[in-house]
């Protein structure tokens, strides 16, 4: 029999597989939706330390899934990744850990032992930082670490990080080092040749892939838990021809992600009694928290068009390449609790490349979503809805971040290094003509062209083509018009999360215990992002390698006790 049953192979999965099996007394199993991504069969989009595209493709991701960002919104496709390595296979590489209390704050909210001492050795133990070591650093794990020289730093993102300095934000050295304001070069995960490293690679490694307690399926549907009683035994899998296999296990791991985690669970019965009766599904365990406290990081833009003095000479290089940490001071929020990533360019084609943009997000937001069920179906999406700015304090601070933009881009020093400064937003719009295809090439060029030699026009272009109507002075100057701009535009950071949190026993929202242990039932664990109480102020990626490191060794002491 299989020891450790694992339910999907994004950053979580892989670092569950890989850690597990050091014990070649246990057999594992891991099972993915998508295909394997491996060293030797990434695409040149996924393998680009340029990650612009890799999330564009559709190959890549669920195709029908879609979200609805705040309440009067329309849904709109959310991309979550379907191949092995998750979301480390086609995000944008930012290697970040967020604020120490993010993690002390875990424990207050209930998941007992989670705080940032705790939390820190596994920090240390997922990364080979290359640029800085000590105590907050480690030298030796899967994931290689380093920042952009600085002669590779595009002129206009030299130009922002001057001007940031001369308002007072501080360029400091190490964005996971001590927890303060200022602007940083940015972390990010590549290898020594430059290249993405996803999960499925530096963690899931050929020697790692050849031990024989391993089994990794890919191309494989989960339809359900399988339960005797209270135990869940394994997991009903489907596979492409449409038949399904009955595979059995001591212990079943959830790590599907905060979106496909907590449906998994509810079409296996456990969630809310009254959503599952009303769609047919036997309750195995009534917990009301499956699926709640959806958490994302809202965001919005401010960009500039680039005169060619300000475009980067390197179109291949990493296009986050600073951000800039900031604390809002709106009463009840914490230190750091705003970031803007400082991009050389704003999308992978040929406006984009004319664009810089910084791309600003809530670091620690309140808003909180909920994901349930349409139907009992694997191969119908849930309803995701992350009800953003549903707490005022996510709509004030998106709102200051646009005056924040405006006036570090508009300001005197930037005049050289920018042309018509305007808001911005990953819109549906936006998205669907950066998919790659022939018309949208055609477009894509035309507009690419007219900016060049609009000269005095531009603005106009600008306001008519790309933001259709809407100027940042107009928004500045009415903040009921910023409102309605922001309430429609707001967009995420694919950092979902939160929707199976951890917390004590006695909490009936909680879902799981500290160590990812289903309350109710026996044998059943999740592990991915949906386990956080509260959102870190970070990209999620690399907290959630470290979840997965931290919940391997707690499943393995259980084992021994």
Known sequence: MIDYLILGGGSAGCVLAARLSEDASKRVCLIEAGRDISQTTMPDAIRSRYPGRAYLDTNNIWQQLKARMSAPAA?????????????????????????????????????????????????????????????????????????????????????????????????????????????????IAVSAAGERIPTSVCYLSDTVRARKNLSIRTGLVVERILFDGRRATGARILRADGSHEDVRAARVIVSAGAIHSPALLLRSGVGPASDLAALGIEVRADRAGVGRNLMEHPSIAVSAFLPRVARTPFPDEHHEQAIVRFSSGLPDTVPGDMHGAILSRSGWHSVGYRLGTIFFWVNKSYSRGQV??????????????????????????????????????GAPSMAAHRDIVFPSSYSPRVAAVAVPGVWNALQRGALSALLDIAGPLRGSLVRRVVTQGVSIGELLADDESMTAYVTRSVGGTWHPSGTCRMGDARDPLAVTDADGAVYGVEGLHVCDASLMPSIPCANTNVPTIMVAERVADLLKRRVVL
Not at 97 to 125: M, V
Not at 378 to 406: C, I, N, Q
Request: proline share 5%; aromatic share 10%; charged share 25%.
């Open 372 to 409: 349930k069920l349409a139907s009992a179906s694997p191969f119908e999406e849930p309803h995701v809805d992350f009800a953003m700015l549903s707490d005022a304090r996510d709509l004030e601070r998106l709102k200051l971040a646009l005056r924040f933009g405006e006036r570090t881009l």
């Open 75 to 187: 849904l709109r496709r959310y991309e979550q990744a379907k191949l092995l390595g998750g979301g480390s296979a086609i995000n944008a590489l930012m290697a970040n850990r967020g604020a120490p209390a993010d993690y002390d704050e875990w424990e207050a909210l209930g998941a007992r032992g989670w705080n940032w001492q705790a939390c820190l050795p596994y920090f240390r133990k997922l990364e080979s930082d290359c640029d800085f070591d000590g105590e907050l650093h480690g030298a030796i794990g899967p994931v290689r670490i380093q920042r952009t020289a600085w002669a590779r730093i595009s002129p206009f993102v030299r130009a922002v990080l001057g001007t940031l300095q001369a308002h007072g934000h501080a360029l400091r050295d190490d964005q996971n080092g001590p927890w303060e304001d200022g602007a940083f070069i940015g972390s």
